[in-house]
């Protein structure tokens, strides 16, 4: 009997293989060819799955983005309101390593899409995807009482990402200055412009680990 193979884990695999060289070295690192030796696949293999190198790029964005969405739904499961969006916040800034090369993948793929169009559409419906997970939790702590605002969910969500996405890409170019707990610091002081009663104390940031 022919072997079955699981089409879509392939293709994950490839893209993880992807997004390892290119959080390692960049743009230049991810050719057809390194991804097929360092995938253990032939270079028909991963033509086959990819119709090229931007969809390659594309390919090692959704598997981080997809790393991140597992990341976030473990930190926040059982949370709504401000304590759900400082989870959130906390998984989605560049900690640690795994989320830094995240980051590294984003950088390349917004790279490319500021030029081309078919990628900067892709990115604008990843772009409201993750507006409208803050904004739930925005809505969440507006009608618990804890943000109190004139201004719609959605468009405090838009600016908390864009803030988030601006601190992050910081952070990628200046480790010294942009240390984990400087990194904490942002997110007392990001929640403190938005939460009414937000207080940025070391306790509560032990409770959001707990």
Not at 26 to 52: C, Q, W
Not at 53 to 61: F, Q, R, T
Not at 145 to 166: C, H, K, T, Y
Request: hydrophobic share 40%; charged share 30%; glycine share 6%.
């Amino acid at each position: 009997m022919p072997k079955i193979v699981n089409h879509q884990a392939r293709r994950w695999e490839i893209s993880e293989v992807a997004a390892k060289l290119i959080a390692g070295g960049g743009l230049e690192a991810a050719t057809i060819r390194e991804i097929a030796e360092a995938s253990n696949y032939s270079k028909g293999v991963v033509e086959h799955y990819f119709d090229g190198k931007d969809e390659l790029i594309s390919g090692a964005l959704d598997w981080a983005n997809k790393c991140y969405e597992q990341r976030v739904g473990k930190a926040t499961a059982g949370l709504i309101g401000l304590r759900a969006l400082r989870r959130r916040i906390e998984a989605t800034l560049p900690l640690n390593k795994i989320v830094r090369d995240e980051w590294k993948v984003r950088l390349v793929f917004w790279s490319m899409a500021a030029i081309q169009e078919d990628l900067r559409e892709r990115q604008e419906v990843r772009f409201r995807r993750s507006i409208e997970h803050f904004e739930t939790d925005i809505a969440a702590a507006m009608r618990e009482g804890d943000i109190d605002s004139q201004d719609e969910p959605r468009d405090l969500a838009r600016r908390l990402v864009n803030m988030i996405s601006g601190l992050s890409v910081a952070a990628l170019h200046n480790h010294s200055l942009y240390t984990r707990q400087f990194l904490l610091g942002e997110i007392d002081h990001l929640l403190y412009q938005l939460a009414r009663h937000y207080t940025p104390v070391p306790a509560l940031r032990r409770a959001t680990h707990e």
